[in-house]
């Protein structure tokens, strides 16, 4: 089946730090890809998506690129924040359009110090 | 403002008894969903529902029910026969739509449910 697989922190990073977080993901067919963050305390909250090859999504100083080559869909921020600290999931959707179910990775935390 | 609401925010359940955990939303989403999570193993599908009246079981159902009624509501009754109902319950809800775009699904803040 489907899944997907992200670096598994949890992270410390010093604010302005660059960051990088993996996710690779096996799927049939031609999924969405997206990153959706948790601060605490709180439900998730789409970061940024992904629907096709070549594809960047950014969103809040981070990107990502659909890389069908790689089947990769890494995080990045150039300078991190004391407010980026929260967990990072990478999730695919599977099937096309229409309400699909999403398959999360395991997770990263990220805590950046001032 | 829109949005989806999970109540209560935290539930103390006993053993034996049966819980249920209310979702709302108010997006005019078509479709809801049920996730739970542990510690360290991400987001787990329990249940999901494209269209009133219509559920299917996700990847975790076993001791969990739901139903869906009305278009706005989604609540999920955690079971006695869930043996290990301790985490944090996630509802979601997202339209329906065709290709070519993929609509994300967006989250409630969330129920922790304890065993006492």
């Known amino acids: 089946g489907n899944s997907v697989t992200q670096m598994e922190g949890p992270v410390t990073l010093s604010e302005e730090a660059f960051l990088t977080i993996n996710c690779t993901y096996t799927a049939t067919g031609y999924p969405s890809l997206f990153w959706y963050v948790q601060y605490p305390g709180e439900g998730l909250q789409l970061l940024l998506k992904?629907?096709?090859?070549?594809d960047k999504g950014s969103n809040k100083g981070f990107e990502a690129t659909y890389r069908k080559e790689t089947t990769s869909f890494h995080l990045e921020k150039g300078s991190v924040q004391v407010s980026d600290s929260a967990v990072y999931f990478c999730a695919l959707s599977e099937g096309q359009g229409g309400s699909e179910k999403l398959v999360f990775g395991k997770g990263m935390k990220l805590t950046v110090n001032p | 403002d829109g949005g989806i609401t999970q109540s209560p925010k935290y539930l103390f359940r006993k053993e034996g008894q049966n819980v249920t955990l209310s979702c709302e939303q108010n997006l005019n989403h078509d479709a809801m969903y049920w996730y739970r999570q542990d510690p360290g193993q991400g987001l787990r599908l329990i249940y999901y529902?494209?269209?009133?009246?219509?559920?299917q079981k996700g990847d975790i159902a076993e001791g969990y029910s739901v139903s869906r009624e009305k278009k706005e509501s989604f609540p999920l009754t955690v079971t006695s026969a869930q043996k290990n109902p301790t985490a944090f319950y996630l509802c979601a809800s997202s339209k329906i739509q065709g290709l070519p775009s993929n609509q994300p699904q967006h989250f409630g803040d969330g129920t922790r449910l304890s065993i006492l």
């Open positions: 529902s494209q269209i009133v009246n219509d559920f």
């Open positions: 992904a629907t096709k090859a070549d």
